[in-house]
């Protein structure tokens, strides 16, 4: 995104979701979901029309502006590569990249990892473009992809992981809060592609990180 907190004076007080779209750079259903999640404070109007608290808008992008450590249109933080053993010889540790942009769905996902595959080292960021840059670095084991992500959404950036030979060992998983009809736009690009529910994250992720960890020779 390449707006500071002072966008946002273009805003009313309370706005529609595709106000806020256009102010972020997201898409309208990747504000709804922020909604949902909690991360807005909004209130439907009596004839069923969504707003939501400009002030929301503002703490959020000023929440995710500390995150970045500066104004959202600067470049992004290189992000180091994990450091080589003491011998010098590559880490055998598996890798594993999540992409994803919600706070509260990285926390629960390295809560996660930590107590069912403490031997993996995983990576997390939050937009489909960093995702893309740091998947041509880490050569991950596991992709763990949201379907909605500011930058570049998830089903282009699958499509463009399937598409590079780089890529053909490392295994995908796909995190959505998309019910299974709300996904059927996607069916095509996600075919084959395994996919866990966000509200079933807890019960359903481990495993299927394990099979793909399994699949991937590990």
Request: with cysteine; charged share 20%; glycine share 8%.
């Amino acid at each position: 995104m390449t707006l500071a907190l002072d966008s946002l004076s273009s805003l009313p007080s309370d706005c529609s979701t595709r106000d806020v779209a256009q102010v972020l750079g997201l898409a309208v259903r990747s504000v709804q979901l922020m909604v949902d999640r909690g991360e807005l404070d909004a209130w439907k109007t009596p004839g069923g029309h969504r707003r939501i608290a400009r002030a929301s808008v503002e703490r959020w992008l000023a929440q995710r502006e500390g995150r970045t450590g500066g104004a959202l249109g600067a470049a992004p933080a290189a992000v180091p590569s994990p450091s080589p053993p003491a011998s010098g010889l590559p880490s055998s540790r598996r890798r594993v990249l999540l992409i994803e942009d919600s706070a509260h769905f990285q926390r629960l996902v390295r809560l996660l990892v930590a107590q069912n595959f403490p031997e993996i080292d995983l990576h997390v960021v939050d937009n489909g473009i960093a995702g893309l840059a740091m998947a041509g670095q880490l050569q991950p084991d596991v992709l763990i992809v949201d379907i909605l992500l500011p930058g570049i959404d998830g089903v282009t950036l699958i499509a463009s992981l399937r598409s590079h030979p780089q890529f053909s060992a490392s295994r995908l998983i796909v995190a959505t809060a998309l019910d299974e009809a709300q996904r059927r736009p996607y069916d095509l690009a996600l075919a084959g592609v395994p996919v866990v529910h966000k509200p079933r994250l807890v019960q359903d992720l481990p495993v299927l990180l394990a099979q793909a960890l399994a699949a991937q020779g590990g």
